[in-house]
């Protein structure tokens, strides 16, 4: 699986959009971008993946760039509660059976 | 609650003891994986399950690790001859696979503490 870089951390106010950029230069056309956050002492939450197309769903926005190196998810309006450690994972289609590989990903606070 | 659960939720041993964790994924997933994270750190993969059958092992899963999923159901986690290093959160998560991108379900984890 390809390899992603996030920052480390991340602040934004409560109510504004908080945007978590990643890079995954080296993905593969088959692989797919997910995002997965991580509430303190939780397992981690799905949230959203795509392929090329960007993605909406109840939780986030996924936005692929054209040359799908980069992605941004968009948590429209942030509240306390999104306060997590958000993962960036590239994989192959769940057909070759891949396994998650998890990076430090980027932990984001969210400020009253 | 039809999630992924785990069992115990925290374990404290001491050095030397083994240990058994259990994970009992989301029913209709026959994909199951065992992550161990520690403090600051992304979870790291140590293992999976295609139904019963163990596809893929971690340089992490020494030979004092032992992972099952004896009726491609649940699945346990054995650690012998407990060290400190190997207090962590073990993970375990489903998925549904087979042929369709899928997300994986995780559960609440096992906090294991070793003194």
């Known amino acids: 699986d390809a390899k992603t870089t996030q920052p480390t951390s991340m602040d934004c106010a409560e109510g504004r959009a908080a945007n978590l950029p990643c890079n995954h230069s080296t993905i593969s056309g088959n692989e797919y971008v997910y995002w997965y956050r991580q509430i303190h002492s939780q397992g981690p939450q799905y949230i959203i993946h795509?392929?090329?197309n960007n993605e909406t769903n109840e939780m986030a926005s996924l936005i692929i760039t054209e040359d799908r190196k980069s992605s941004t998810l968009i948590l429209p309006h942030a509240t306390l509660r999104d306060t997590a450690v958000y993962y960036c994972i590239v994989r192959v289609d769940d057909s070759s059976a891949s396994k998650i590989i998890f990076g430090s990903g980027t932990r984001l606070s969210i400020r009253p | 609650d039809t999630g992924v659960s785990q069992d115990p939720r925290h374990k404290i041993t001491k050095r030397g003891q083994n240990v058994t964790f259990r994970c009992d994924p989301i029913?209709?997933?026959?994909?199951l994986y065992w992550y161990r994270q520690t403090l600051g750190q992304g979870p790291e993969f140590l293992t999976y399950?295609?139904?019963?059958?163990?596809?893929?092992k971690s340089r992490l899963l020494s030979d004092r690790f032992s992972a099952e999923r004896p009726k491609g159901s649940f699945s346990t986690l054995e650690i012998q001859r407990t060290e400190q290093g190997d207090s962590a959160m073990y993970l375990c998560?489903?998925?549904?696979?087979?042929?369709?991108?899928?997300?994986?379900?995780f559960g609440q984890g096992t906090r294991l503490t070793v003194v």
């Open positions: 998560a489903s998925s549904r696979g087979g042929g369709s991108v899928t997300e994986a379900f």
């Open positions: 029913s209709e997933h026959n994909r």
């Open positions: 795509g392929l090329k």
């Open positions: 399950f295609q139904n019963e059958a163990q596809l893929e």
